[in-house]
Every structure is written in C-alpha cells, then in structure tokens.
C-alpha cells in the first residue's frame, strides 16, 4: 500500500478556489493512478477526478469538468487538485487515493481535508 496525506482544505466564498495536495509515501508513487474523491454530509462518497501515472490521461467528474483540474508531480510524490470557481455544493470532505491500475480497485486512502464553499 502506500500512505496518503492530503492538505490544502478550507473555507473560501463561493467563485474562489482552492488547491489540495496529496503527499504519497510507501510504494513507488510514479506507477500508482491516482485519484480524488469528495463526501458531503449524509451523501455517499463520490468520484471526483483521475489521472494516469504519466499524467497524460485524466477523468473528471461532470459536475466538476471546467472547474477542477487534476495534475501530479512524480518526482515529488505528490498528486494535486486545483479547485476553482467553487460552488457550496462542492463542500465536502475530499480524499485523494491510489490504485494499481486505471480500472482498477482504490486500495490506498488518505485521511480526508475538509472543503467548505460559503454562499
């Protein structure tokens, strides 16, 4: 497995933005797909963003697609999601986590940070 740890939460107004951080440690990062998912309170977790190990693939959720960009930086073992034009029904908390493969199975989780969008 490896260990995650995200950051970059926290309050902003509705049209700002906020860029998280998930800092990876453990197994080689490099060849892990990596991606970001989001739950609101008395909602299920959902699926926000992915990208490919190189970077060059990447899936956005609909609701974010426009919004929310995805990137990583292998070298420093670190996935991002630059969050912009933020709505209050992006609030929730936000999870980054790794998988072995682009279809398959998360099996490394971070801890989640907190998002609160302000109408």
């Known amino acids: 497995q490896v260990q995650l740890v995200e950051s970059g939460g926290g309050l902003v107004q509705a049209g700002g933005s906020l860029r998280l951080s998930c800092a990876a440690s453990?197994?080689?990062?490099?060849?892990?797909?990596m991606g970001w998912f989001r739950q609101a309170p008395g909602k299920e977790r959902e699926f926000v963003a992915a990208?490919?190990?190189?970077?060059?693939?990447?899936n956005l959720a609909d609701s974010v697609k426009g919004r929310f960009i995805i990137s990583r930086a292998n070298a420093k073992n670190t996935v991002y999601l630059q969050m912009n034009s933020l709505k209050p029904e992006d609030t929730a908390v936000y999870y980054c986590?790794?998988?072995?493969?682009?279809?398959?199975?998360?099996?490394?989780w971070g801890q989640g940070t907190q998002v609160t969008v302000s109408s």
């Open positions: 453990g197994r080689t990062f490099s060849t892990d797909v």
């Open positions: 986590a790794a998988s072995r493969s682009w279809t398959g199975t998360y099996d490394s």
């Open positions: 990208i490919s190990w190189s970077g060059s693939n990447t």
